[in-house]
């Protein structure tokens, strides 16, 4: 009897340890979600990205990992998972605004499965995937081709099917630890100016020498042009040419410890922006609580951390100087235009002029922003109906940049609603591909800014609709986005690095693909925060925006510079390759695996190159198809980031050795010897 018993309990524990082996759980929300990577916000543990209750279409959910796109979250398995279930879909929190997402699972870096695309009001999609054999798992939430707006993603009650004590670990595989490339400039004088400056006659003329070394530092140009003087202690030019022309000027710096020359060619004529604009501007740090008093800290701060003696010298005011149509807070809540149809600005921004006179006093250029329609993508008042108004009042105020963005112009492509602004709503994207509804108001625009007695800069923001590369320069424009908004984010800035190629072609001297922001140093505004991108993603980030001439334009908060980030802006060889006076965009020209080799000719007869690791594994080899590069002979291999020579090689037979970390990037100059 005993003994059957005993046989019994035995059979019974060996039941169901195996029942419980077979069927354990793993909640996703019990894992440590910190580590994943998203758009905007914190990842939410049974809550939406907003700390809310999960939300799908109004059903309801108790436990998941609310998320923002671009967001991806990367689980150790090792094999032993069995299956992973969840619900997706968008929440609720976002209704009134078009959001659209797509859920992707990757498995050992192979999709397993995605949703397609989902919107808001989508019931939630059941997913149940076999894990079989998988070692490491994604979750990645896209922008779903409209752009990260809004895009508050859940996955609710997801959970793993595991066996029996089997540990999940949720990882971040790329370093965080920042690291120091570049040496410190010298005391001694060194001119860091572009070569080539572009105005019209009769414009305003301002340039500051961009100048490292000891302070203080004595300035003098030889033949600046007539009507045009420098001043010597702080290397402003200002002044006026009526005559067209190129003049070849010689600056100089002196200081006590040696003195440095530099040639600068001004180019007096239609073309204005011949190298991508260099500066800061409010959007990703102040957002709509940008003032004036934030912005003439921008310019104090960009002078006092030394960035302006790089080149860096626009302070570019985004959303929100205007009033706003919400009502919400008082101080953007008024009259937004007189009687004759001026513009009014909001009461953080009493007296724009004043504003542009301190910024130009610094010998920086001031930049506003502005949508074609009604209404900004922030809800304040766009230029619609006021264009003419509107081009016044920029060159009334001294400003030099336009950034004029597409917001709510879809709403009023067939004319506007019953002639009601308020009829339209602020994000109304369609539209804009179509060449000729698309193209008619940007041209407009220009057209009026040209009419101007100032030289302003001016920047499309239609996130690259009808391939505005082509179209762009009969638009008056010197640079375009080519792309949705950047986020601080790896999956952001990696598909706006592979979407650029193609519009290469476009860019020269005076016309400039804008992949948008710089994300580095302090961003986020309402939650500010140190750039999710790791210290090897933001080296490539600045290699490739250099590469790809871009408009270098800073996002942080620069009263919060760390020391890497003021390192990452300051290079002066990494800057020269965007500011080359050739104008070209560095192409992809190689890929090998998740390594992709981008290439610029310059000027001086080099090559930049930059080899970018997409990957989350190291490249280590030895890489010798220079040919494939354009690159041929014996040449000078110059490390761009370290700024020193790191080998002398002759391509057409010698090898050069790679060791570039995961999201990493090595940036050379090759030059023949
Ligand atoms: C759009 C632009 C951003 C920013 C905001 C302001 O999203 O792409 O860069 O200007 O509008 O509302």
């Known amino acids: 009897m005993l003994k059957h018993q005993l046989l019994l309990i035995t059979v019974l524990f060996a039941l169901s340890s195996n029942i419980y082996k077979a069927q354990s759980v793993v909640w996703l929300d019990k894992l440590d979600l910190s580590v994943a990577t998203q758009g905007n916000g914190k990842p939410g543990v049974n809550t939406s990205v907003d700390g809310r209750k999960i939300t799908i279409a109004g059903e309801t959910f108790d436990r998941g990992f609310g998320t923002h796109a671009e967001s991806s979250l990367l689980i150790k398995l090792n094999g032993k998972a069995k299956s992973f279930s969840a619900f997706i879909g968008l929440d609720d929190e976002m209704k009134g605004q078009n959001p659209a997402v797509e859920f992707e699972i990757y498995g050992d870096n192979k999709k397993l499965w995605s949703s397609g695309i989902m919107k808001l009001g989508d019931k939630a ?117 009526d005559t067209k022309g190129t003049y070849e000027v010689v600056l100089n710096a002196k200081n006590a410890k040696g003195s440095a020359s530099k040639k600068l060619k001004i180019e007096i004529g239609d073309r204005i ?13 102040f957002g709509h609580e ?11 701060a960009l002078v006092k951390s030394g960035l302006v003696n790089h080149g860096w010298n626009y302070i570019n005011i985004d959303d929100s100087w205007q009033y706003n149509r919400d009502g919400k807070d008082p101080s953007y809540t008024g009259k937004m235009r007189d009687e004759k149809g001026y513009i009014l600005t909001n009461s953080k921004f009493p007296d724009m002029k004043t504003l542009g006179d301190y910024i130009h006093g610094n010998g ?50 067939d004319g506007l609603p019953e002639n009601d602004p308020n009829k339209v709503s602020s994000l109304n994207f369609q539209g804009g591909g179509d060449l000729d509804k698309g193209v008619k108001p940007f041209k407009l625009m220009g057209n009026l800014l040209k009419q101007q007695s100032r030289d302003i800069v001016y920047n499309l923001c239609q996130y690259g609709m009808g391939d505005v590369w082509k179209w762009g320069d009969e638009s008056d424009a010197q640079s375009w986005r080519t792309t949705n908004d950047i986020t601080d984010t790896w999956a952001s800035v990696k598909s706006i690095a592979l979407a650029q190629d193609k519009a290469a072609p476009y860019a020269k001297p005076g016309n400039w693909n804008d992949p948008d922001m710089l994300v580095v140093g302090v961003v986020g505004w309402g939650n500010p925060h140190q750039s999710k991108l790791k210290p090897d993603e933001q080296y490539l980030h600045i290699s490739l925006w250099s590469i790809f001439s871009a408009p270098l334009l800073i996002g942080c908060d620069l009263e919060k510079l760390d020391d890497f980030t003021l390192n990452l802006l300051t290079n002066d060889e990494i800057i020269a390759v965007n500011q080359d006076a050739l104008g070209k965009q560095g192409v992809c020209l190689q890929t090998i695996g998740e390594l992709r080799i981008y290439v610029k000719e310059l000027e001086d007869g080099g090559k930049a190159v930059a080899f970018a690791n997409f990957g989350r594994e190291k490249v280590k080899m030895s890489y010798k198809d220079f040919k494939k590069l354009g690159i041929t002979g014996k040449q000078i291999v110059r490390d761009l980031w370290r700024q020193k020579d790191i080998a002398k090689i002759n391509s057409d037979k010698g090898n050069l050795a790679l060791d570039i970390p995961a999201h990493g990037v090595s940036f050379y100059k090759f030059m023949s010897k």
């Open 273 to 285: 922006a011949l190298t991508p604009t260099m500066g800061w501007n409010s959007w990703n740090c």
């Open 125 to 241: 999609k059941p997913v149940n995937i076999s894990l079989q054999g998988i070692k490491q798992l994604e979750l990645i939430v896209t922008d779903g081709g409209n752009g990260p707006y809004y895009d508050h993603a859940d996955w609710a009650d997801a959970k793993f099917e595991t066996s029996e004590g089997t540990k999940l670990i949720t990882f971040n595989p790329i370093s965080s630890i920042p690291y120091i490339l570049t040496p410190k400039p010298s005391d001694k004088p060194k001119i860091n100016s572009a070569s080539v400056y572009g105005g019209r006659p009769n414009s305003p003329f301002l340039f500051r020498v961009a100048a490292t070394g000891e302070r203080p530092m004595t300035f003098s140009a030889k033949n600046l042009p007539d009507g045009l003087t420098i001043d010597s202690k702080t290397g402003i030019i200002i002044g006026k040419v």
């Open 364 to 413: 920086l250029k001031m930049g506003i922003y502005s949508s074609p329609g009604p209404w900004t993508c922030g809800g304040c008042a766009g230029s619609y109906g006021y264009e003419k108004q509107d081009a016044e009042s920029y060159a009334k105020w001294g400003v030099d940049y336009l950034k004029y963005d597409w917001c709510s112009y879809g709403g009023v492509l």
């Open 290 to 300: 940008v003032s004036a008093d934030k912005v003439k800290r921008a310019a104090d």
